[in-house]
């Protein structure tokens, strides 16, 4: 046994190479915004299986509320756009490593993500909800048991709101929200923690139903850590769309309400957004066309 | 008119009948698959046939382009494993072995999302899949090539020693050119391992062929259609491959 | 680097090792009945078992295991544990069968006909002649494919069983300390993938002729 051993010996050198390595952490502080200008190109990490937010139709286009928000920040930067996709799993570690710009998804703000990420301001206000096979109970109280099992994505912050809430919860976590639903189904899971304007989405397709609201969920745009420069052009940008009700009618477009919140600062735009592109900001002219492409249904043809 | 029933069983027996027996049998068995098929409902699934067949194209580029990059990184590895000084040898095959021994989905995890965190370079999906698919690739082919310097009677070499050849010489001029011929249908048969490994890059969002089936699933749900296009795409591939191989060898065993 | 979390989450490595190891053994256990089954079966001299096998070989190899374990998952809407099981052990017994029957072919053809030729029956000679020298032969290539079902046992995180690979992820999105977490879970796969190769090794020196 002595190759074994010699492996054995082999392994632990090649561990202990590696801790020596990975001593080296990424530290690129407030470059994001000059790094998106000088490649020309924004890369947005978004959710392929989320609608309406973010998701893939047949032919692989992106589409969603999130994807027409990419769009339209892409081009006011002057800049291609390259979507990456991201699950609840892998978008922080996407992110942190630099390989997007900005996490442009349903990602809500809590303390644990704050520690490594940033956020912009809320620019879509969600709830969590439970989905369930239509026919089952949707009152949020008859899933509060440790004998259902409770399915989301690896990741998910509501898995942790739930865990918060009913501690001997039993979850089955899956690695893309597809797959939960699939799942949820064929009976793998007795109800899903997901939001309201994906499940409403998800029950539109047929055999599924969901609960009342057992939290909210408000999201941002998600980005690294120590930005500012980045995340205040964002903040701005969302503003200016607010202003202009670009963002409303986008909200409106694929959600099929009204905005049920305010933008900016304790719902305050910040005044003076609008001098945004008057001094080195980046804020460039729409081309002919553009809105109205951007509000139809072949919005992912602007690409 | 003789005994007809003795005859109809030796005939029965002969070796060409009983190969026109199974393919008759085969025959009636796809024509009752290939009616399945036709009921099916295929009209939602039709107008995505590009963007699937862009998928398994994806699948074919990233199986041929990792065993074109694994096998430029193998023959180091395995020259170091056969041939190197002792701690080079003890340090190749503790590399083989434990890559080897890491499940290729870890191996796809570690070079998209921790080899950035430890390397600060930051990578595309594409690149990532192209990667590890590539180190898999590596670690298998050096295998492939060891084997390959082994098959070689050690006759060869001594004969060669005793003509006066150079250890140099003899290993270009008798043991590489023998060795070669030996591991090319390995070597291709290792394409049809890593046709099947891409599947595992669906995992970090590579739009291959798995993926582009399950994008199309989840848009329009069809499971059957798709996964059958699933199944004949990737069995159809992996089948061409083969075919080259017993084309080039017939009497190669396939075992990847 | 924070290596703490690893002690902090040791009650999940743990958990997800115990899965793997006792989905892997379960798998181990059903592809090598199933493998040798059919690897035996294609070694008879019946020219219908031969094509047979031969075509449950191929097929299966040709199809990548993920998926078939998503299609009895999600298309056949099987639960978890034996659409992974399933999928696991389909998967490598069509290997399984391609190294036993190249084992008991590897015998040399002369012992069959000399064994036939003093009048025992073919699975007499195969019992007592040909199984004893086989599976001394296919020790080596078992034991690779027995490290493969340890590794290809790591997909069936993607339908959420709570496997080695599976608790990685989850440190991960719970701590976001993913490079702790998959060095960790690597280096458990080894040292299984290591336990599996020694013990293989005792069993050969057991049997083994020298």
Not at chain 1, 109 to 116: I, T
Not at chain 2, 60 to 88: D, F, H, K, N
Not at chain 2, 205 to 230: C, D, K
Request: overall charge positive; charged content about 15%.
């Amino acid at each position: 046994m002595g190759a074994t051993r010699a492996l054995a010996r082999m392994a632990m050198a090649l561990a202990l190479a590696g801790v020596a390595m990975a001593s080296a952490e990424l530290a690129q502080a407030d470059q994001t915004l000059d790094t998106v200008l000088k490649r020309g190109k924004l890369i947005a990490g978004i959710t392929y299986d989320s609608p309406p937010s973010g998701y893939l139709d047949a032919q692989g286009n992106v589409l969603g509320y999130c994807a027409d928000v990419a769009r339209y920040i892409a081009k006011r930067l002057g800049v291609g756009l390259e979507f990456v996709q991201i699950t609840a799993s892998s978008r922080v570690p996407l992110l942190r490593t630099g390989r997007i710009d900005a996490e442009i998804a349903i990602t809500t703000p809590n303390k644990v993500r704050n520690e490594v990420v940033d956020f912009t301001f809320t620019y879509i206000s969600d709830n969590g909800v439970m989905l369930v096979r239509e026919g089952q109970s949707t009152k949020v109280e008859d899933y509060v048991s440790p004998s259902k099992v409770i399915g989301s994505t690896q990741g998910n912050g509501f898995v942790a709101g739930w865990k918060n809430l009913h501690a001997d919860a039993q979850f089955k976590l899956y690695p893309e929200e597809s797959s939960v639903v699939v799942a949820l189904k064929k009976g793998d899971v007795d109800a899903v923690l997901t939001n309201e304007f994906s499940a409403h989405r998800f029950a539109q397709s047929g055999g599924l139903a969901y609960t009342a609201a057992w939290t909210t969920s408000p999201d941002s745009i998600m980005i690294r850590q120590d930005e500012s420069k980045w995340r205040n052009w964002l903040n701005w940008a969302l503003q200016r769309m607010w202003l202009e009700g670009t963002l409303q009618k986008l909200y409106k477009k694929w959600y099929g309400v009204d905005v049920n919140f305010r933008m900016g600062d304790a719902g305050e735009i910040q005044s003076r957004v609008m001098e945004i592109g008057q001094t080195d900001d980046p804020w460039k002219d729409l081309p002919p066309g553009f809105f109205d492409a951007l509000l139809s249904d072949k919005s992912y043809t602007l690409q | 008119m003789t005994d007809q029933p003795v005859d109809l069983r030796r005939a029965m027996r002969s070796p060409r009948v009983k190969l026109l027996i199974w393919r008759i049998g085969c025959g009636v068995v796809l024509m009752l698959a290939l009616r399945a098929v036709l009921d099916l409902d295929w009209t939602s699934v039709a107008p995505s046939w590009l963007f699937l067949l862009t998928g398994l194209g994806r699948s074919w580029l990233l199986a041929i382009v990792a065993i074109t990059a694994g096998g430029l990184a193998a023959a180091p590895l395995a020259l170091a494993r056969v041939y190197g000084p002792p701690g080079i040898r003890q340090a190749a095959t503790a590399l083989i072995e434990c890559v080897r021994a890491t499940p290729e989905l870890m191996i796809v995890f570690w070079v998209y999302f921790t080899l950035p965190i430890v390397t600060g370079n930051q990578v595309t999906s594409w690149n990532a899949a192209l990667g590890s698919l590539s180190v898999i690739a590596a670690v298998y082919l050096a295998e492939v090539f060891r084997a390959g310097l082994y098959s070689v009677p050690r006759g060869q070499s001594e004969a060669s020693a005793a003509t006066g050849m150079s250890g140099f010489s003899t290993f270009l001029y008798v043991i590489l050119p023998q060795a070669v011929r030996n591991m090319v249908p390995a070597l291709i048969a290792q394409l049809v391992g890593l046709f099947k490994t891409t599947s595992l890059v669906y995992a970090i969002g590579v739009m291959e062929f798995f993926r582009s089936i399950t994008v199309t699933n989840n848009a329009v749900f069809a499971p059957y259609q798709l996964y059958l296009v699933l199944a004949l795409g990737y069995f159809l591939s992996c089948f061409a491959i083969t075919r080259i191989v017993r084309w080039y060898d017939p009497k190669y065993q396939l075992l990847e | 680097m924070d290596w703490h979390i690893l002690w902090q989450y040791r009650a999940a490595l743990w958990d997800g090792l115990v899965t793997t190891v006792w989905l892997s053994a379960l798998a181990i256990v059903g592809s090598t009945a199933v493998g040798v089954l059919v690897g035996c079966l294609g070694a008879t001299p019946s020219f219908y078992l031969r094509r047979l096998t031969a075509a449950y070989t191929e097929l299966l190899r040709n199809l990548p295991l993920l998926v078939k374990v998503f299609f009895f998952y999600f298309v056949l809407s099987m639960p978890t544990i034996p659409a992974a099981l399933l999928g696991l052990v389909l998967h490598q017994s069509a290997y399984i069968a391609d190294v036993t029957g190249a084992g008991i072919r590897s015998v040399a053809r002369g012992q069959l006909d000399a064994g036939l030729a003093l009048g025992h029956g073919y699975w007499q000679v195969f019992r007592y002649v040909i199984l004893p020298q086989a599976v001394r032969i296919v020790i080596p290539p078992m034991t690779t494919q027995y490290v493969a079902v340890i590794k290809n046992s790591s997909i069936v995180a993607l339908i959420a069983v709570q496997d080695l690979t599976y608790q990685t992820q989850q440190i991960n999105v719970e701590t976001f300390r993913g490079f702790e977490a998959a060095t960790a879970a690597t280096v458990l796969y080894v040292i299984v993938a290591l336990g599996i190769i020694g013990s293989m090794t005792l069993l050969q020196r057991r049997v083994g002729v020298r």
